[in-house]
């Protein structure tokens, strides 16, 4: 019987640690990719639009599974709203 529990607790940890990322998680990627692109754009050359190039640049810090949730478009939304709709565009094309 208490290896059963064992178990039990241990596929339970398992899983929990597996799991979804949670919203913390989401506004931790959403800041380092803000910060990331606001660093970025300093050396953009004047009048030319290098956001594309910059997100690819920036995602790469980022985790595959976490790019791709529409939990870090909310986030992003919320904390630099100007790179939302380049995100979603580039997240499409990946």
């Given at each position: 019987?208490?290896k059963?529990?064992?178990?039990?607790?241990a596929?339970?940890?398992?899983?929990?640690?597996?799991?979804p990322?949670?919203k913390?998680?989401y506004?931790?990627?959403?800041d380092?990719?803000?910060?990331?692109?606001?660093?970025?754009?300093?050396?953009?050359?004047?009048?030319?639009?290098?956001?594309?190039?910059?997100?690819?640049?920036?995602?790469?810090?980022?985790?595959?599974?976490?790019?791709?949730?529409?939990?870090?478009?909310?986030s992003?939304?919320?904390?630099?709203?100007d790179?939302?709709?380049?995100?979603e565009?580039?997240?499409?094309?990946m």
């Open positions: 019987m208490k059963k529990i064992i178990g039990i607790a596929l339970a940890l398992i899983v929990v640690a597996c799991g990322s949670s913390a998680d506004d931790e990627a959403a380092t990719l803000c910060g990331c692109m606001k660093e970025a754009s300093k050396e953009d050359p004047p009048g030319m639009d290098m956001t594309t190039t910059n997100l690819g640049v920036c995602v790469v810090e980022l985790d595959a599974e976490v790019v791709k949730n529409d939990m870090l478009i909310e992003i939304e919320a904390k630099c709203p790179v939302k709709d380049a995100f565009e580039y997240v499409k094309n």
